[in-house]
């Protein structure tokens, strides 16, 4: 079993920045692939970023050239740097670990809660 708590959610003007964390516990993920999915009401749920085992990292369309995913294995966390923040990122994040990095949701194993983050116009 993972758990998985994130953190660093909350409302910023557009064109602003956030630092998403998602810390893990219960076993290493440093064997394992972390990700960020997005869910904005009435929507599904969007891959936003992963990075593998071996820290490849991959991004959904929307959010290429402006997040960047990182990790910290000593820490066994991962984070989300969200820059250039538009309205149309409004959701509630969410963190995953999955043996390997993948755009489909439902192959994820384990997640977190959530955290919103609102980018106001």
């Known amino acids: 079993q993972v758990q998985l708590v994130e953190s660093g959610g909350g409302l910023v003007q557009a064109g602003g920045s956030l630092r998403l964390a998602c810390a893990a516990s219960g076993r290493t993920t440093s064997s394992l692939a972390m990700g960020w999915f997005r869910q904005a009401p009435g929507k599904e749920r969007e891959f936003v970023a992963g990075i593998s085992r071996s820290a490849n990292t991959y991004y959904g369309d929307s959010v290429k050239g402006r997040f960047t995913i990182s990790r910290d294995n000593a820490k066994n966390t991962v984070y989300l740097q969200m820059n250039g923040l538009k309205p149309e990122d409004t959701a509630v994040y969410y963190c995953?670990?999955?043996?390997?990095?993948?755009?489909?949701?439902?192959?994820?194993?384990?997640w977190g809660q959530g955290t919103q983050v609102t980018v106001s116009s």
């Open positions: 995953a670990v999955n043996p390997v990095v993948s755009s489909l949701s439902r192959t994820w194993d384990y």
